[in-house]
């Protein structure tokens, strides 16, 4: 996966999708930008696969020769549709073809994408037929495979194979006829690791404060086909200066098209109320900005005027420094073997309401459909499942008394002393389902036990030289009442390989929560006065994402790539790379 747009030195906060590093002071305004951005269309990252097809022992359908095979692929969208992506050429008289014509998708990490492949035998009367042309269901079909891309592109060398079945008519659909065997391999593309470094400098800003200078910050946005303007990087706020000089910006190539691809930089005067004040702006490509740099000079920003007329300023742009590299990717790390590890934590205290009654929100409906708990245990593991090998994940409850016991805050699920591991998202759901009829809710809410319990299994594997990398959600109705411990603990948990994902669950007012998110403009500090090295926590109210386009999981996991990426590269830890191609 790209890596954004980030901070290359310690001490450099934030940026879009990224915080890197170190153990300096507060600089909690940068933090407030990303609300901004956000509201500004900013999403995820994302990265472009392209994949190459080949098949073995297909079936023959042919009389008099072999099978002229072609693989039509598709995509389950969210209501079960298919969407077509795409067609590979047809190779002539050939049962173990391999496909010269590529496939491109956009991989999304925060996403389950389901990716259907269909083989077909195209007629002899349609060999000189444009294949996007030809008519599916006049042609001879041999067989289909389908997977998540998530799984293609963490296999070992991003390589996967698949068989492909048929469903006979006189089979049970649950009995497919198994016909070959399809391969799929996964190549991430250049510009997913390519990334320009710069330093950017402003000179003679306007000051937009009474009492004070302005505390000015960049935001780089690119032209989407519509005209409008989507942000993709952002640089810290420096405070009280009006010649300022940023920390370097890593910026994805990938993010912004391509060198030559229209940029907007604007310069902002920092508000703590989040309506920043624009102090002038600047066009530019990337390809223009090197020449900025290679010159020397500095370029005018200028203000939006009535009918196209524009107010030049003069205040200037300088680019200080212009580099490019390439980078390893979030997808690099896992195709090379590191694993996120899911682990769950469930509210058990009794805000959430008798579990035999229909209006608690641990009610278990006969019809199936499922609470909040299960929705969000469904949804975030569903994308997390296929980064994990063995699929064994620890579940705690806490803020209920199990039987002939204490009020626990932070108990195994699985209802053993010893284990807190159960195998996959039905084991979860079943030991979620089991404990509410083993323990009683209780309270109060606490958070500070179950992080530390999480902080130290990924301490242990840190300690052990494992790479991998620990995802802890937790899922929780009330207000929390152990703050500062559990700000302790998160602060604690900043330096490890460890990230935090809460879903608020019900109405209760979940301010304190949203604290606990790096996005409100603070970072989180211990009693001791440690301010947490990197943001780790995301925070995300179901009622706020219910019904809508984005399901909880893209919300809570849009940030996690980069929070991964984080970090790796702050920490110098590369992808092993015995397994990368």
């Not at 072999?66 to 209501?79: H, Q």
């Not at 001879?140 to 492909?164: H, P, W, Y």
């Not at 242990?460 to 937790?474: D, F, H, P, R």
Request: charged fraction near 20%.
């Amino acid at each position: 996966m790209g890596n954004g747009c980030c901070f290359r030195e310690p001490g450099g906060r934030t940026a879009v999708g990224s915080s890197i590093g170190g153990h300096a002071q507060n600089n909690g305004p940068n933090d407030a930008v990303n609300l901004f951005l956000k509201s500004h269309g900013y999403n995820g990252l994302f990265s472009q696969i392209e994949l190459s097809l080949s098949a073995t022992s297909l079936r023959d359908r042919d009389v008099l020769s072999k099978s002229d095979p072609m693989v039509v692929i598709y995509t389950k969208e969210r209501d079960g549709r298919l969407g077509e992506m795409g067609r590979t050429e047809v190779v002539l008289n050939s049962l173990n073809p391999t496909w010269i014509q590529k496939v491109n998708v956009t991989y999304h990490f925060e996403l389950v994408q389901t990716l259907v492949f269909r083989v077909y035998d195209v007629d002899t009367h349609f060999h000189n037929v444009d294949v996007q042309m030809l008519k599916l269901d006049e042609q001879q079909f041999l067989g289909e495979a389908s997977c998540a891309l998530s799984q293609i592109v963490i296999s070992s060398n991003r390589l996967l194979t698949l068989d492909l079945a048929q469903h006979e008519e006189n089979l049970k659909a649950d009995h497919p006829k198994i016909h070959g065997k399809l391969t799929i391999h996964a190549e991430e593309s250049i510009n997913s690791k390519t990334a320009t470094e710069m330093i950017l400098r402003c000179s003679a800003l306007e000051n937009k404060d009474l009492f004070s200078k302005s505390d000015p910050f960049l935001v780089i946005s690119k032209i989407a086909e519509s005209g409008i303007a989507i942000p993709i990087c952002k640089t810290e706020v420096i405070k009280d200066d009006l010649d300022p000089t940023w920390k370097p910006v890593s910026l994805n190539i990938q993010q912004v098209g391509s060198k030559d691809s229209p940029l907007i930089v604007e310069c902002f005067n920092f508000n703590s109320n989040g309506k920043h004040d624009l102090i002038g702006k600047i066009d530019k490509s990337l390809v223009e900005l090197e020449k900025i740099h290679l010159s020397q000079n500095g370029a005018n920003l200028y203000l939006p005027g009535h009918d196209n007329h524009n107010k030049v300023l003069k205040s200037q742009l300088f680019v200080d420094k212009f580099s490019e590299s390439v980078q390893y990717t979030f997808l690099d790390y896992m195709a090379g073997g590191c694993e996120l590890n899911f682990m769950v934590a469930i509210d058990f205290t009794a805000s959430n309401g008798n579990p035999r009654l229909p209006d608690s929100l641990h009610y278990i409906d006969p019809s199936g459909r499922p609470n909040a708990y299960q929705k969000a245990i469904s949804e975030v593991g569903g994308v997390l499942q296929f980064y994990d090998s063995d699929k064994r994940f620890p579940a705690w409850g806490f803020g209920a008394r199990p039987i002939d016991g204490p009020v626990s805050h932070c108990f195994n699920l699985s209802g053993s002393n010893n284990y807190c591991e159960v195998e996959g998202i039905q084991g979860i759901m079943t030991a979620y389902t089991s404990a509410l009829y083993n323990v009683s809710l209780a309270g109060p809410t606490l958070f500070g036990r179950v992080v530390t319990v999480a902080a130290d299994i990924a301490a242990q594997a840190l300690a052990q030289g494992q790479q991998k990398y620990y995802v802890l959600l937790i899922i929780t109705d009330g207000v929390i009442t152990d703050l500062q411990e559990t700000k302790d603990a998160i602060v604690k948990a900043s330096d490890l390989p460890l990230s935090i994902l809460i879903v608020g669950v019900g109405g209760a007012d979940f301010k304190e929560m949203e604290f606990l998110d790096g996005d409100n403009g603070e970072r989180l500090e211990s009693t001791s006065g440690r301010v947490a090295s990197r943001d780790i926590v995301q925070f995300v109210p179901l009622r706020d994402v219910q019904g809508g386009e984005v399901s909880v999981a893209q919300t809570l996991l849009a940030e996690l790539p980069t929070q991964f990426l984080t970090y790796m590269r702050t920490r110098g830890i590369e992808p092993k790379k015995m397994m990368l191609k």
